[in-house]
């Protein structure tokens, strides 16, 4: 029997009900779980941000400690909900109860790690060149943060925003994606436990009509976005017009370098790992494999070999290794860029447009002989695609590697020390990864790319609190 969930908009600590704007259900699990909700109109977007405009003072006086334990219990809470979360997310999005068990433990310490951000937010305090007077440097909320995410990670990436904001003395609008919108209502309800003042975070639901009326509401202070590159850059003109902070994390064509002298087996589970775990669909995931020719030939039949094992099915299996894409939307999206890739007279080596599978699956699929300059070299495919791009030496897969305008994430396998420094040096990505995935991050380490891939200042780990906060500089002296 189809199970219904019909959600409500959180704003001030209150459901706000509206009309059925939007539905999801995943077509891969038919009849499982159907969900619905509305959309978020400019009024009840001003709402939402004139509430947390309160939130931001009495989050202030309620103090830092109050804060670090509200944060540390929504931890506790995720942790010890894991399993009734990662199942929600495996029926709304498709993701792997492996993988969404994963992710709803990364938030949880996404949370208890900024609880204890919260009690070191420290300043610095120092002469002035003026005798008698001090410099005090502070970090203060930026105020209202607007957070609009994505499915893919449905609960870790809002937790990397909605955490540091609160630990920085920030309140939140956020906005979900409307695909997994069952996860965000999940979440809320933790928060709304967790003891934070009414209007600390307030969620509004929606699709892209209700994203584009957050951004573009007044009093928002700084607006945290991930998502599609095309979004990002509607995002950041509407910042730019009105002179808000922000802070884009968007797609990347992120490449692995496979040199060879690597561990192959270490290789191959890093390409098909980073290819077509999570069915692709990570802005980490890998789409070029840049393979020294020496090595090519066994490395892509062992690739093909692998891939061969993998158990694709149902998410809610606890065995399955691939999941189906989140939506048809997505479908059909891959299978027009897979079909332009074809239509360049390039074959799949397995998968593609005569793999057809039902439902929301997409079979893996990999191109060999790919050039820099063809769609897969340039475009992000988000799914389980990629393509073999064949080069001889070293300096010719770092010129590949930095062969378009993206840099999110790169990869080298290597045994070479030289190699793995060059790398590090040359690659122009913000994630570099050395014998590992180019997926798969810490939550204590800074995280974004550079180029068309990211925008603004760092999230995750410490160097979350550039965006989260003001640079406050006084000048003090005693008389
Ligand atoms: C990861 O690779 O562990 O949307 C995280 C995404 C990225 C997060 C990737 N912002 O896929």
């Given at each position: 029997m189809t199970e219904t969930i019909t959600l409500s908009h959180h704003v001030a600590g209150r459901a706000v009900t509206g009309?059925?704007?939007?539905?999801?259900?995943?077509?891969?699990?038919?009849?499982?779980?159907r969900v619905e909700g509305p959309e978020a109109a400019p009024d009840l977007v001003a709402e939402a941000v004139a509430a947390a405009r309160g939130a931001v003072d009495a989050l202030a006086s309620a103090g830092i400690e109050a804060r670090a334990d509200a944060l540390a219990r929504i931890g506790r809470a995720l942790a010890a909900e894991a399993d009734r979360l990662a199942l929600l997310i495996a029926r709304e999005t498709g993701k792997t109860l492996g993988d969404s068990k994963g992710e709803v433990m990364r938030a949880a310490r996404l949370f208890d790690f900024f609880a204890g951000e919260t009690l070191r937010n420290v300043g610095e305090r120092f002469a002035s060149t003026r005798p008698g007077a001090t410099v005090e440097v502070d970090y203060a909320p930026v105020g209202v943060v607007a957070a609009i995410t994505p499915w893919n990670f449905p609960i870790a990436i809002p937790a990397w925003?909605?955490?540091?904001?609160?630990?920085?003395?920030?309140?939140?609008?956020?906005?979900?994606?409307?695909?997994?919108?069952?996860?965000?209502?999940a979440l809320m309800k933790i928060i709304a436990e967790s003891g934070l003042p009414a209007g600390s975070v307030?969620?509004?639901?929606?699709?892209?009509?209700?994203?584009?009326?957050?951004?573009?509401?007044?009093?928002?202070?700084?607006?945290?976005?991930?998502?599609?590159?095309a979004t990002g850059e509607r995002v950041r003109l509407a910042a730019a017009q009105r002179s808000v902070r922000v802070q884009l994390e968007m797609g990347g064509v992120n490449g692995l370098i496979v040199m060879a002298d690597a561990d192959l087996d270490n290789a191959v589970d890093c390409a098909v790992n980073g290819a077509f775990f999570a069915a692709g669909q990570r802005c980490t995931a890998t789409s070029r494999i840049i393979v020294e020719e020496a090595i090519a030939d066994r490395f892509v039949e062992a690739v093909k070999a692998k891939v061969a094992t993998l158990k694709i099915g149902d998410p809610r299996d606890p065995a399955t290794q691939v999941g189906?894409?989140?939506?048809?939307?997505?479908?059909?999206?891959?299978?027009?860029?897979?079909?332009?890739?074809?239509?360049?007279?390039?074959?799949?080596?397995?998968?593609?447009?005569?793999a057809e599978m039902e439902h929301c699956f997409y079979a893996p699929t990999l191109f060999d002989n790919v050039s820099t300059?063809?769609?897969?070299?340039q475009e992000e495919i988000f799914g389980p695609v990629a393509g073999v791009i064949r080069v001889n030496g070293f300096d010719e897969a770092i010129e590949t590697l930095n062969g378009n305008r993206f840099g999110?994430?790169?990869?080298?396998?290597?045994?070479?020390?030289?190699h793995a420094e060059e790398f590090k040096r040359r690659a122009r990505a913000g994630m570099l990864m050395v014998n590992l995935p180019t997926a798969g991050v810490d939550y204590h380490a800074p995280f974004g790319g550079t180029g068309a891939s990211s925008y603004g200042p760092r999230e995750q780990g410490r160097a979350a609190r550039t965006f989260y906060t003001i640079l406050k500089t006084s000048y003090q002296k005693a008389l």
């Open positions: 009309s059925t704007a939007f539905e999801q259900s995943n077509p891969a699990l038919p009849d499982d779980l925003k909605i955490a540091p904001a609160l630990a920085f003395g920030n309140a939140v609008v956020w906005k979900p994606s409307e695909i997994s919108s069952a996860t965000a209502d307030n969620m509004l639901l929606g699709a892209g009509g209700a994203g584009k009326a957050l951004t573009e509401a007044d009093g928002v202070d700084a607006i945290s976005f991930t998502g599609s590159v189906p894409l989140a939506a048809p939307r997505q479908k059909q999206l891959i299978a027009r860029q897979v079909a332009e890739v074809e239509g360049t007279g390039l074959k799949p080596l397995f998968g593609g447009s005569a300059a063809s769609t897969l070299g999110l994430s790169a990869g080298i396998c290597t045994r070479s020390l030289l």
